[in-house]
């Protein structure tokens, strides 16, 4: 089945500068790479999405990568803010026969004020 | 759109008994889905529905560990007998999945706690 591995573990910035979390995964059928934002004792939730037809999508100050032939994929937050501070959990969904999502171990971002 | 709806939002309860933790998923989505977090582990899914029918329940632990799904609008995760190693937050989410990847909504999840 897939393998999606997250780093770094714990992350923390200055506020305003920039955070980048990596993640790689291991089947190459994997099409589809949300990255959710979890803030302590809440939910998931999307904050970005990729599809393996798009090199890199951007949302303000959030972007997303993606390198299908490394199958790696990268989450970018720029100008950080307080409020950033979560854990973040990339994701991985396999379109062969597994068809789940399969999230990695996730990044605790401490934005520093 | 309420969104996904789980219940209880907490759960106490003493080794050996039976629990039931519930779910709505949102109104018109097709696949349901059943994680459990914890420290140790992170995110991880026991089981999904997609039309009601269970898909994969690789991920439930043991025969303790049983879900249904009688209509598109509710399903139930059941413990039975419940074990201190099974405290965690169960959240339910669901997706339309009109291709089979699509984003997955979360609830608000059901912390459990087994004494």
């Known amino acids: 089945g897939e393998n999606v591995e997250q780093h770094p573990s714990t992350l923390s910035v200055q506020e305003g500068d920039s955070a980048v979390i990596k993640c790689t995964y291991s089947d190459s059928a994997s099409n589809y790479f949300p990255w959710y934002k979890q803030e302590l004792g809440k939910r998931p939730q999307l904050i970005i999405d990729?599809?393996?037809?798009?090199g890199e999508k951007k949302d303000q100050r959030i972007a997303v990568t993606l390198n299908k032939t490394a199958k790696h994929f990268s989450l970018h937050i720029t100008e950080t803010q307080p409020e950033d501070s979560a854990v973040y959990f990339c994701?991985?969904?396999?379109?062969?026969?597994?068809?789940?999502?399969?999230f990695g171990s996730g990044t605790q971002l401490t934005v520093l004020p | 759109d309420a969104g996904v709806i789980q219940s209880p939002r907490h759960e106490v309860t003493e080794m050996g008994q039976e629990v039931t933790l519930r779910c709505k998923p949102i109104s018109g989505h097709n696949s349901l889905f059943w994680y459990r977090q914890t420290m140790m582990r992170g995110l991880e899914l026991l089981i999904y529905f997609n039309n009601n029918v269970p898909i994969d329940d690789s991920g439930m632990p043991e025969d303790r560990f049983s879900a249904k799904m009688p209509n598109a609008s509710f399903s139930t995760l059941k413990i039975q007998p419940s074990e201190p190693r099974d405290s965690a937050v169960y959240f339910c989410?669901?997706?339309?999945?009109?291709?089979?990847?699509?984003?997955?909504?979360f609830g608000p999840g059901t912390r459990l706690t087994v004494l």
């Open positions: 990729i599809r393996s037809n798009v």
């Open positions: 989410a669901s997706s339309l999945d009109r291709e089979g990847a699509d984003t997955q909504y």
């Open positions: 994701a991985a969904f396999s379109s062969g026969s597994a068809r789940q999502l399969t």
